[in-house]
């Protein structure tokens, strides 16, 4: 059976201060430096460590290593936190959106403990392609952090932005691309062809839309011969993932944790496909059928004029007119806009599909991109709920202060107990519904709770209810208790 542990301790907070050393000095502690009598996220995760019995015999001594049982002396050790947005678009708090870096701390001295001087620490993400990498190292500390680490104890960790590309907007439309280092060691072009979960809908591939309007780059990664996904070599090679994602909503996928997380080790975005233009009853799925004749109007000539002009870069006075009629804000169906758009719904069925196909990679690939029936590197998860995102997530959700670490070694058994534990109903979830007999799979789970000091086993259906808002569009998703 899977064991998953929830830490829950409503007082649990951030600590305020990079580089959020520990609280103390512990026996094992590879940094001997000054501490920081605030940081109980250190000691959280390193109660969590114990509790997994890891490296259970060498507990209390200065030998003490939990992360040794997934990587040895010398080793690399790929830590992939969510850094997605350098804002919250509603206003609230950052963290409600990004991985707290004093997460990152905490996992980068345990794993130094387990690699030594001579292995390799990297904290990589591909953030969505218009995120200020820079800004979100300063606004996070992690920059602060990784430097006190590398000048003051040589820690090989080092911090990469895997994307390709970044990219301006202004009014929801591009104005400047600008080409990106992105991974040292390059990329792999993974086609998982007929083992993409696109296979037997991808006759309609001229639907897919990936991370902007030009459709017809997307189509080249995806169609009824290919579906192809330009993954980080870095990552490949890596032979064990802390997978650190965030606790929130996600507007098009419903929930997103861990799974969700992984899609950041792609570095060419418009690889990802994220909806198929149109609504149901033309076998899309960016918005739902519309009773009113002026809003498929004009949801209609967005597409059109989006296919036809701002993919070749004219035109944009008009889109500009477009965005004000959809009542948005910034871009052409965002959060702030009247209608539904962009796959921002319960109905969209596709990114499911997105999502699970990176994570076969992320699992079964190996380093040159070929698939295996075996699993190719081993994960750690440890989800960042101390404060959570509810409502318009993933980047305009709304702080909850929730004091919660989850932590596990399987991906969609952590990600079923998020949503659980969220609030949410995991038959409503298409990840779930779609890919997964939920039935089996959420028998096999065992799961720790470790509330006010005290472990206690309990069964998925007792996973406590923190009432998440969901997004506007999956108001039919929360749980009945």
């Not at 004749?293 to 008009?318: E, H, I, P, V, W």
Request: with cysteine; charged share 25%.
């Amino acid at each position: 059976m899977e064991q998953i542990l929830i830490f829950l301790d409503k007082n649990l907070d951030y600590p305020r201060n990079p580089p959020f050393n520990p609280p103390e000095e512990y026996p094992e502690s590879p940094i001997k430096g000054e501490l920081d009598k605030y940081n109980m996220v250190y000691s959280a995760i390193r109660k969590m460590f114990i509790l997994m019995g890891l490296d259970a015999k060498n507990f209390g001594t200065s030998k003490w290593s939990p992360l040794s049982e997934f990587i040895q002396k010398g080793g690399t050790v790929f830590i992939k936190p969510n850094l997605v947005y350098d804002r919250n678009l509603s206003g609230d708090s950052i963290f409600a959106v990004i991985t707290h870096a004093s997460l990152i701390r905490t996992i980068i001295d345990y794993a130094y403990k387990a690699v030594g001087d001579g292995g390799r620490i990297i904290v990589a993400d591909a953030p969505q392609h218009d995120a200020d990498f820079q800004k979100i190292m300063e606004l996070t500390g992690l920059k602060e952090t990784v430097e006190y680490l590398k000048s003051n104890f040589s820690v090989p960790v080092e911090l990469y932005d895997l994307r390709k590309e970044y990219v301006i907007y202004k009014d929801g439309i591009i104005v400047k691309r600008i080409t990106l280092p992105g991974d040292p060691k390059g990329y792999v072009k993974v086609d998982l062809g007929k083992l993409s979960m696109f296979t037997g809908i991808d006759s309609n591939y001229k639907k897919f839309y990936g991370a902007d309007y030009n459709r017809k780059e997307t189509m080249t990664y995806h169609n009824p011969e290919h579906h192809i996904y330009i993954i980080s070599r870095t990552f490949l090679e890596s032979v064990f993932v802390i997978n650190l994602p965030k606790l929130k909503t996600h507007m098009k996928a419903g929930i997103t944790v861990s799974l969700k997380n992984m899609l950041g080790i792609v570095g060419e975005k418009n690889c990802i496909v994220h909806y198929r233009v149109g609504s149901p009853s033309e076998d899309g799925d960016e918005y739902p059928n519309q009773d009113s004749k002026f809003n498929a109007l004009l949801l209609k000539l967005n597409r059109m004029y989006s296919d036809a002009f701002l993919s070749k870069n004219l035109g944009t006075n008009f889109y500009r007119t477009m965005i004000k009629l959809s009542g948005g804000k910034s871009k052409f169906g965002s959060e702030s806009g009247k209608l539904i758009h962009s796959g921002n719904w319960h109905g969209n069925d596709t990114i499911w599909r997105t999502i699970v196909d990176i994570n076969k990679i992320a699992l079964y690939a190996d380093k040159n991109g070929e698939i295996h029936d075996t699993l190719k590197r081993k994960m750690l998860v440890l989800v960042d709920g101390i404060i959570g995102g509810e409502g318009q997530g993933p980047l305009a959700p709304k702080a909850k202060k929730c004091g919660v670490i989850i932590s596990g070694e399987n991906l969609w058994s952590v990600d079923l107990v998020a949503t659980r534990l969220m609030g949410f109903n995991e038959h409503k979830i298409p990840l779930f519904s779609r890919a997964l007999n939920l039935s089996d799979h959420t028998d096999n789970i065992k799961i720790n709770l470790i509330e006010n000091e005290r472990s206690k086993m309990i069964t998925f259906k007792e996973i406590p209810n923190l009432h998440f808002i969901p997004p506007k569009a999956w108001h039919n998703i929360t749980r009945d208790n």
